[in-house]
């Protein structure tokens, strides 16, 4: 234990007095002080003992924070302080020594006290507030034990910065109250709430040369990736792709198809269609036949071979490319009908003829030829008429060439090259002969527009195709059914009218003939054949031309306004 006598340097006590609360006077023994009051007055005041025995207060003077305390001045003497404690009978440590002394707080730094008086507490370690961590507060160093020697501040220790009062007695408080008084836990320093985060501003710099580096780096990105992608993209346009690309696709069909369908008709018939090219001394063309017999004659249209004359050149052209020389066997310009003939060819094959009168409007037909040079061509429809009275040709003016047809009409396409084709019906048998379209457009117009079709197609009947080719075949020459009349063809009313004089000076109703030994005379009218209307001379000549020789016919006939029916026996007559 101390004697009460210090023999080092004073010892330098530092107290902070508060409202309500008497100032002591400092032990004998010397001990560490650090004062946590967060609300005190700045007047404080220290009481030293020195060695001769009196006591002296002293006042700190204002200094910096982190400054050293200067000696402390004179202040009047302090009213003596009862302890708040009994003595400690066990010394304890780190207190012990005198005992009725109260034990010392945990030393802190005094801060400056605000103008308001409320002193800010010290920073803590911690967060500001903004999940930003806050420096830590200068920790304090262990307390010195009593010793001879002079007690010294705690380090980092140092006087408030306000000039001392002198010392005003105050009543003595609890001393729980002077505890609580020291501690403000709302007082520690923190960043306002409302600007969470570090300062504005701070990293502005930086944060505009990372956002320019990422946008530079993501342009550079993109720029390699658009030249990969298009490199790749070229690779795969030039090379079909990074694989082989293949395609579903139904296998093969080895089956065939329906013999009354249009592949099956085809098929069936095709074999039995050539094409004919045609060379003559001032013109030449393309047309169609079929094959009658094995032994090499083949049916067409007279207009097909007229262009070879007496020494043009016909080369018949079959479906599988084989070629031959044909000759003409027989053609009658009546009829529109020529025979060719070719010979040392084997492996014909003859396309069947059918009944022409048994066609009905409506049943389907299909119609092969070239049209337009275009071999094996195969177009579909359906027998849209019969027994249209048309005709063709009349080039040379003088009606030699004119031809007279009872056709059947069909809108199967035909065009030029089709003539002389064949027109088959479902069992692939021929009904008719290709012969004749209505175009709208004639082809002889200045911009060198050529006829085409238009669904109107006409075909000479099997019928008569058959009668006509048998007798070119085995006479070379074809007969006409005639009555022995001369028709008034520039009559313009209805009905064929017979003339009223015959040409060069002949009769217009011959003697003999069929038509005189039927009671027909000069003048007379006939409007009906068999019971059909006749309306003009062509009309009447194409119902006659439909028959054979020696066929027997009911006339209907209009003469001096009356009306009469007759009978006749048709004659014959060579064609040309």
Known sequence: MEDGKSTGPKAKWWSRPTPGRTTRTAPDEPSPVEDTAPAADPTATATAVADDGESRTTAPEAQPVDALPRPPAAVPPARPMTPLHEP??????????????????????PVPTPAHGTPVPPPYAGTNGAGIPAPPAPTAPAPTPPSAAPAQPAAGFAPPPHVPQPQQPQPQSPAPSAQWLQYD?????????????????????????????????????????????????????????????????????TGGRAPDSVAGIAASALPSV?????????????????????????LTNNHVVAPAGRAGEITVTFSGGETARGEVVGKDSGYDLAVVKVTGVSGLKPLPLGNSDNVQVGDPVVAIGAPFDLSNTVTSGIISAKDRPITAGGEKGDGSDISYVDALQTDAPINPGNSGGPLVDTDAHVIGINS???????????????????????????????????????????????????????????????????????????????GAKAGIRPGDVITEVDGRRVHSGEELIVKIRAHRPGDRLDLALT???????ISLTLGSASGT
């Not at 094959?291 to 090499?296: A, I, M, N, P, T």
């Not at 006509?468 to 009313?493: F, S």
């Not at 003469?559 to 029916?565: C, I, N, T, V």
Request: no cysteine; glycine share 20%; net charge positive.
């Open 274 to 298: 050539v094409t004919l090219h045609v060379t003559g001394a001032t013109e030449s063309g393309t047309g169609t036949g079929f094959v009658l017999d094995r032994s090499g004659h083949i």
């Open 185 to 253: 836990p709302w007082g520690a320093p923190r960043q306002p709430l409302t600007n969470p985060g570090p300062p504005l501003g701070a990293e502005t710099g930086r944060r505009k040369s990372r956002r320019g580096s990422l946008l530079i780096g993501a342009v550079l990105l993109a720029l390699v990736a658009g030249g990969i992608g298009g490199g790749i993209g070229a690779y795969i346009e030039r090379n079909g792709g990074l694989t082989r690309v293949e395609l579903p696709q139904t296998g093969r069909s």
């Open 436 to 514: 004749a379209i209505r175009a709208a457009d004639s082809g002889a117009s200045e911009e060198g527009g050529q006829a085409g079709s238009i669904g109107l197609g006409f075909a000479i009947p099997i019928n008569q195709g058959k009668r006509v080719a048998e007798e070119l075949i085995n006479t070379g020459k074809a007969t006409h059914p005639v009555i022995g009349v001369t028709l008034d063809m520039k009559y313009t009313g209805d009905g064929a009218r017979v003339e009223s004089k015959g040409a060069a000076g002949k009769p217009a109703v011959t003697p003999g003939g069929p």
């Open 559 to 565: 003469r001096g306004g009356k009306d009469l029916s």
């Open 88 to 109: 400690d009978q066990y010394s304890t440590p780190p207190y012990g020594g005198p005992g009725p002394w109260a034990p010392a707080p945990p030393v802190q730094r």
